[in-house]
């Protein structure tokens, strides 16, 4: 294990893709499980907390702290029938790549999936376009392999209900408290595809069986650090379509609905200012035929010998839109990593101290709300006079937009406060989430307890049971009390 106490390390280690600083105590780099729960264990004797570190890609500051950083090294990859075994360091675009040449995938694909981790993945919950179709991390994780709180090891996979509610001490617990409140779990969890705010209590139950492993998929490092995850893998499709069309901001809502009708695999929104603004326009201009200033991906996806009647059919569907099709996987890849590359962009355009910044950047409604989603954003960024940014999954009614605000000054941090607090209050009012899928670090704990507040006592005791210091990624998530 290698321990970092070098003043240039640990100052890179204090930032990560939020809008927080915060300089680490120390930080460890550890090539082992043994080498984690040494980690674990030392910074508990030095009364320093823990957070866990994948690739910093994190946008509401998971993985940033005061105490120690931890950071795993380890990046192997076995792939077996149906399944595949990832130590954490392993990056998305590595597994991909490994998972190809057996003809195999793991569907979530993050837009940071160049640079993300698999343990970053699970701590997050990661989803990304195509979740729409095949659904977000927790639904793939079918095991994991954890060092807890207190420098103990444990495996976690799905057992018989009665056998969790006989288990050891922490199982037991944690199943005691989803069966014995599972109504008010289900009734409280929100009305949408995807979601990465509180613990996912809702998910940890399914036909007779405790799944563990799956509540500490989007538990951002809070309840443990993952060493180890088994995921589920799914055939990799045989054929891709992407059909692009343009819309105006007023005729999203019906552009996304008829695509939607394909059953596509992913259903995106690009606003093509991004790109205009950044010079970066020839980035897709070749997709661009219109002044209409978004681009609506729609992707369809299946198993040999379907296409061509497939693509047909759909383009037949929708052709009042008049799409571009596209069926070569050279001009497909080219496409979504021009749609990849919008945060990256975006984050390059300025307004003397005005930057895009997140807060209400990922907001996700019940699928049908997507156009009230829209007026909720619009109408808040323009009566405050914002310029702003709108992309994102618009099939899941997730969507990434981003004012422009100087957070220089306490004017700007209040505007950026005052957004959170009318666009979550708006959102939860529809049954949606303040997080679809990036999470609630450090910048939406403290609002998690106003969304679920029926059954935040129950994370709180979630997290008391597998984290009673409260020493793993403290302020993350669950705002200590």
Excluded at 159 to 188: M, P, Q, Y
Excluded at 290 to 297: A, K, Q
Aim: charged share 25%; net charge negative; proline share 4%.
């Amino acid at each position: 294990m290698r321990r970092v106490i070098s003043d240039a390390e640990l100052a890179t280690l204090s930032r990560d893709a939020g809008i927080y600083a915060i300089a680490p105590a120390r930080a460890y780099v550890a090539g082992s499980e043994e080498e984690v729960a040494q980690a674990v264990r030392e910074a508990a004797a030095s009364g320093l907390a823990v957070t866990p570190r994948g690739g910093g890609t994190s946008i509401p500051s998971q993985s940033v702290g005061r105490g120690a950083i931890l950071v795993q090294s380890r990046s192997a990859i076995r792939v077996g029938e149906g399944l595949v075994y990832c130590e954490p360091g392993v990056v998305k675009a590595d597994l991909n790549r490994a998972l190809s040449l057996q003809g195999a995938w793991m569907p979530v694909d993050p837009s940071s999936y160049a640079s993300c981790t698999v343990g970053g993945m699970v701590a997050n919950n990661s989803s990304g376009a195509r979740t729409l179709k095949y659904g977000s991390t927790v639904d793939f994780l079918a095991g994991a392999r954890v060092v807890f709180a207190d420098g103990s090891v444990g495996a976690l996979g799905p057992v018989a209900v009665e056998e969790a509610l006989s288990g050891d001490g922490r199982t037991r617990r944690a199943a005691s408290l989803v069966v014995e409140n599972w109504r008010d779990i289900l009734d409280e969890a929100p009305r949408v595809a995807k979601n990465s705010s509180g613990y996912r209590l809702e998910k940890a139950l399914r036909d007779g069986t405790f799944d563990l492993q799956r509540l500490f998929a989007g538990s951002e490092g809070t309840l443990g650090v993952v060493t180890e995850a088994t995921l589920m893998t799914v055939p990799r499709p045989r054929w891709r379509a992407l059909f692009v069309a343009e819309s105006a901001l007023q005729d999203l809502d019906a552009t996304v609905g008829a695509f939607r009708c394909l059953a596509p695999s992913a259903l995106e929104v690009v606003d093509k200012s991004v790109f205009r603004e950044t010079g970066r326009w020839e980035r897709v201009s070749r997709l661009s035929r219109s002044d209409d200033p978004f681009m609506v991906f729609c992707e369809l996806d299946g198993s040999e010998g379907e296409a061509e009647d497939r693509v047909a059919e759909a383009a037949g569907a929708v052709g009042g839109l008049e799409p571009l099709v596209m069926t070569d996987e050279g001009d497909i890849a080219a496409a979504w990593a021009s749609r990849n590359e919008t945060l990256t962009a975006a984050r390059e355009m300025k307004r003397g101290g005005r930057t895009p910044v997140p807060g209400v950047e990922d907001l996700v409604a019940p699928r049908e709300r997507l156009g009230d989603l829209v007026r909720l954003l619009v109408d808040q960024f323009e009566k405050r006079g914002l310029e702003y940014i709108l992309y994102g999954h618009a099939g899941d009614a997730n969507l990434h937009a981003r004012p422009l605000i100087d957070l220089g000054g306490q004017a700007g941090m209040k505007t950026n406060e005052e957004l959170m607090e009318e666009c979550f209050e708006g959102v939860w009012k529809m049954g949606g989430s303040m997080t679809g899928e990036h999470g609630d670090g450090m910048l939406r704990a403290r609002f998690v307890r106003r969304q679920y507040p029926r059954t935040y006592h129950l994370m709180e005791e979630l997290k008391e049971t597998f984290d009673p210091k409260w020493a793993m990624n403290p302020m993350v998530k669950i705002a200590r009390p």
